[in-house]
């Protein structure tokens, strides 16, 4: 893995719609592993938490456009990343806002998954049948990213095991990891359960029977 360096610093200030607000630094990175335009948050104290030799609280958070930017209930992504900005912005830690759209395959693949899930398949079925993988995404650039912050042990704010298994081949130091709240709605109910089902995840089963 080659080493990245950080390009831009610039401090932000985030309000969301329910009045949360909180400041953000946002990093840009040369040397990316792609050519995307992954971007690193730092939120709270977190140069506090490198000083102290805690592990700063850290979310690699995968880009859902329709989640995150316009509240789609088909998922959890919009409240999780809500959830993870201020969980971050207490702890001190970082924000890792992959420009991984629907799992690596992009928005139009994704929304051509929603089309096939909407005739009976689940999000995983769905992109089988697109030909694509389940899960396309490689954690490289996060683990670059950290690097060229300087971090090298981190709390990781996730329910996947994919991302602490990846990380940790990429000789990030996974301390603990700490669940994300489940954010249960009707509309993103079967989408939670095969999540559940298929990946490992680390969500409790017992609603899954309710
Ligand atoms: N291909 C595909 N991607 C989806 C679908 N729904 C959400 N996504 C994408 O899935 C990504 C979020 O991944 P999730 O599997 O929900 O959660 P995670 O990031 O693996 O795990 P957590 O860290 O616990 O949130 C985002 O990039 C979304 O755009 C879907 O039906 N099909
Ligand atoms: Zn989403």
């Known amino acids: ?66 989640g995150d930017v ?17 969980r971050i912005s207490n702890a001190g830690g970082l924000l890792l806002y992959l420009r991984q759209e629907g799992r690596g395959i992009g928005l139009y693949a994704k929304l051509d998954a929603y089309a096939l899930q909407d005739t009976g398949m689940d999000t995983y079925e769905a992109n089988l ?23 090298s042990r981190i709390a990781l704010l996730t329910n996947n095991p994919d991302k602490e298994e990846q990380l940790t081949s990429l000789g990030v130091k996974v301390t603990k990891r700490v669940p994300t709240r489940l954010h249960l709605s009707p509309a993103n109910a079967g989408y939670l359960a095969a999540k559940a089902r298929h990946a490992r995840r680390t969500i409790e089963p017992d609603w899954l029977a309710s």
């Open 129 to 151: 049948a697109l030909g694509h993988a389940e899960d396309e995404r490689d954690y490289t650039v996060a683990a670059q990213m950290l690097g060229a912050l300087g971090v």
């Open 70 to 86: 316009f509240g789609s209930e088909r998922c959890d992504c919009g409240p999780q990343l809500r959830e993870a900005v201020e």
């Open 1 to 66: 893995m080659d080493d990245a360096t950080i390009r831009t610093q610039v401090s932000v200030p985030l309000r969301f719609p329910d009045g949360y607000s909180t400041l953000a630094e946002v990093f840009t990175f040369r040397g990316l592993a792609d050519d995307r335009e992954h971007i690193a948050l730092g939120l709270g104290d977190w140069r506090g938490t490198l000083d102290r030799d805690e592990a700063p609280l850290v979310r690699p958070h995968s880009e859902c456009l329709t």
